[in-house]
C-alpha cells in the first residue's frame, strides 16, 4: 500500500486525531481572547492582531465541523437533519466559510509578520503608527474577503453520499439514513463550477501570500541583525528585548503554518488541474489536521511561550491552583532579621550552651 492509498483509508484516524488537536487548541484560544480583553497592558497592536486572526481561526473551525467532519463520522445520524437544510446552507455557506476564513487568515498574517517589522524598525513611532491604522486593518481583513466570496451563495449544493456498500452514490434524495454510511457537503455535477473558481482564485492568493510575507521576513530580519550590531557597537541599552525577539520568532512560526497550509491548497489545484483524484482524495483527508495545526493549534499554543507576562495573567485569571502557588513562593519576600534581633538569637544560645546537664 502506497502513501496515497494509506491517507485515503486513515482518513477517518486523520479525522479524530484533527479533532484531539483542534478542540483543546481552540478553548485555549477563547481563554486567552478573554485574558487580552480583561487586562490593559495587552491592549496593544499586537493583540489586536491576534484577535482580529483568531476570528476567521475560529470560524474555519465551526466551518470544518459543520461540512466536513461531523457528516464524515456521523453521516447515518446527521443526515436526516442535513437532508431538511435548504440549499445555501449545503452550497454555499460552507464554501463562502472556507474560502472567507482563509483569505482574512492570509490578510491576518501577513499584517502581523508587518506589525513586528515596524517593533524592530520604528520602535518610537511604531504604536503610534499602529493606533492610526489598525481600524483600516480590521476592516480589510474582515471585509475584503466578503467581496472576494459572496459569490459562492450562488452555487448549487448537494450531499454527496458514501453508502455502506463503499460506493459513493449522488442520488442523496433516495438514499435513506440506513444506507448512508457517511456523506459530504459538495457541489452539483451540471451546475456553474464555482467551486473550482474558488480553489483556483485560494490559489493564486496562496502564491501572493507567501511571496509577500517572505519578503516582508527578509526585511525583519535583516532590520533585527542591523538594530541589533548598531546598538551594540553604540553601547546603548534600548535594544530589541527579548519579548520582541520571541514575538518575532511567534510571528514567523505561524507564517510558517499558514505556508503550509497555502502550499496545501496548491496541491490540490495542481492535482484537480491534472485529472489525479487520488491525489486531491488523499490531500483532502490531510487537510483537517494541516489546517488545525498551522493555525488554530500554532497561534495558541505559541503565544504561552512568547510572552512570560501574558502567561501568568492566563494562569493566575483561571485560578490553576498549583502553578499559582509556585507563582506566589517565588514573589514573596523573607524578612531579614535586624541587628537586635541577631545578637538576641546568639545570646540565647550561648546561655543554652553554660547551662549545667541534669542526670
Not at 152 to 181: I, Y
Not at 226 to 237: A, C, D, V, Y
Not at 267 to 284: D, H, K, P, R
Not at 326 to 337: G, Q, S
Request: proline share 5%; with cysteine.
Amino acid at each position: 500500500m502506497g502513501f496515497l492509498e494509506w491517507s485515503i483509508s486513515a482518513r477517518d484516524s486523520l479525522l479524530y486525531l484533527a479533532i484531539c488537536l483542534s478542540i483543546p487548541s481552540a478553548l485555549l484560544y477563547l481563554a486567552e481572547i478573554v485574558t487580552i480583553l480583561r487586562h490593559k497592558q495587552f491592549h496593544n497592536s499586537f493583540y489586536a492582531l491576534f484577535i482580529i486572526r483568531a476570528v476567521p481561526d475560529l470560524l474555519y473551525l465551526l466551518d470544518s465541523f459543520y461540512c466536513f467532519r461531523l457528516p464524515i463520522l456521523f453521516g447515518s445520524v446527521l443526515f436526516p437533519l442535513y437532508s431538511l437544510l435548504p440549499n445555501w446552507m449545503i452550497g454555499g455557506l460552507p464554501y463562502f466559510l472556507t474560502g472567507y476564513t482563509f483569505q482574512a487568515n492570509n490578510l491576518a498574517t501577513a499584517f502581523i509578520l508587518l506589525n513586528r517589522l515596524t517593533a524592530i524598525a520604528v520602535p518610537l513611532k511604531h504604536d503610534r503608527l499602529w493606533k492610526c491604522i489598525l481600524p483600516l486593518i480590521g476592516l480589510a481583513v474582515f471585509c475584503l474577503p466578503i467581496s472576494t466570496n459572496w459569490p459562492m451563495f450562488k452555487m448549487t449544493g448537494k450531499l454527496q453520499v458514501e453508502a455502506n456498500d463503499s460506493s459513493p452514490s449522488s442520488a442523496a434524495s433516495n438514499a435513506t439514513s440506513a444506507d448512508v454510511l457517511s456523506f459530504f457537503l459538495y457541489e452539483e455535477d451540471n451546475a456553474t463550477p464555482y467551486l473550482s473558481i474558488l480553489i483556483c482564485f485560494d490559489t493564486g492568493v496562496s502564491v501572493v501570500f507567501m511571496v509577500v510575507c517572505i519578503v516582508i521576513n527578509i526585511f525583519a530580519v535583516s532590520t533585527y541583525k542591523w538594530q541589533m550590531n548598531k546598538h551594540k557597537f553604540n553601547q546603548q541599552q534600548n535594544a530589541p528585548n527579548n519579548l520582541e525577539r520571541k514575538l518575532f520568532i511567534y510571528a514567523l512560526i505561524t507564517f510558517c503554518g499558514h505556508a503550509l497550509i497555502a502550499c496545501l491548497f496548491i496541491g490540490i489545484y495542481i492535482a484537480t488541474e491534472t485529472v489525479n483524484f487520488q491525489m486531491v482524495s488523499a490531500l483532502l483527508t490531510h487537510y483537517p489536521w494541516v489546517v488545525d495545526t498551522g493555525s488554530v493549534v500554532l497561534s495558541s499554543w505559541l503565544l504561552l511561550w512568547a510572552s512570560d507576562s501574558f502567561r501568568g495573567k492566563l494562569l493566575l485569571d483561571y485560578r490553576i491552583p498549583r502553578i499559582r502557588f509556585e507563582i506566589r513562593a517565588k514573589n514573596c519576600v523573607t524578612p531579614v532579621k535586624g541587628p537586635n534581633e541577631q545578637n538576641n538569637v546568639i545570646t540565647e544560645r550561648i546561655k543554652q550552651r553554660q547551662m549545667p546537664t541534669v542526670s
